[in-house]
T-cell receptor
Framework: SQTIHQWPATLVQPVGSPLSLECTVE??????LYWYRQAAGRGLQLLFY??????ISSEVPQNLSASRPQDRQFILSSKKLLLSDSGFYLC??????????FGPGTRLTVT | TQLLEQSPQFLSIQEGENLTVYCNSS?????LQWYRQEPGEGPVLLVT?????EVKKLKRLTFQFGDARKDSSLHITAAQPGDTGLYLC??????????FGKGTMLLVSP
């Protein structure tokens, strides 16, 4: 069976500090990978998605970047965090079709 | 832009009551998905509806896809506290991505 991991689970970072969130998927190969941000328990905002190693599509211009150094690894980064980067970050994967499977999320608080 | 509007935004009911939440769009979708998200966790896929007019049942949850494939509904019979959570609908955009509604937050009190 497939599993998806995210870490850390929670993170408190000062404004201007760097960020690295990691997501890994087990039990499948060549998945589509996604990063979302969710504010205040509401809808999901798609930030980045990747259909293969080194292939990144950005949906929203912002202070963040993404990389996919390995088939089942997806990383969300920032060089300098802003207060507005606070939120709940979710990683997801999908295979054929559009059904997506989400990780447990990372709660980021920028202070 | 294909948008999904969900209603109501928030619903608070007592255990044992029935409820229906809605997901509407002005666009046609090839399919729609429903997810449930509990506080502090990632969304979990409940069902995918594909055919116009399709009805799917998952225990006490009944999902329906509109005939024109522009809307969907979720009906819960005899709600229980374990049904509490954020219910999200989502539809495909292009080949690889989904668009999500803003969700209906359901609170079921004992």
């Amino acid at each position: 069976s497939q599993t998806i991991h995210q870490w850390p689970a929670t993170l408190v970072q000062p404004v201007g500090s760097p960020l690295s969130l990691e997501c890994t998927v087990e039990g499948t190969s060549n998945p589509n990978l996604y990063w979302y941000r969710q504010a205040a328990g509401r809808g999901l905002q798609l930030l980045f998605y990747s259909v293969g190693i080194g292939q990144i599509s950005s949906e929203v211009p912002q202070n963040l970047s993404a990389s996919r150094p390995q088939d089942r690894q997806f990383i969300l980064s920032s060089k300098k965090l802003l207060l507005s980067d606070s939120g709940f970050y979710l990683c997801a994967w999908s295979r054929a079709g559009h059904e997506q499977y989400f990780g447990p999320g990372t709660r980021l608080t920028v202070t | 832009t294909q948008l999904l509007e969900q209603s109501p935004q928030f619903l608070s009911i007592q255990e044992g009551e029935n409820l229906t939440v809605y997901c509407n769009s002005s666009s046609v979708f090839s399919s729609l998905q429903w997810y449930r998200q509990e506080p502090g966790e990632g969304p979990v896929l409940l069902v995918t509806v594909v055919t116009g007019g399709e009805v799917k049942k998952l225990k006490r949850l009944t999902f329906q896809f509109g005939d024109a494939r522009k809307d969907s509904s979720l009906h819960i019979t005899a709600a229980q506290p374990g049904d509490t959570g954020l219910y999200l609908c989502a539809g495909p955009v292009g080949y690889s991505t989904l668009t999500f509604g803003k969700g209906t937050m359901l609170l079921v009190s004992p």
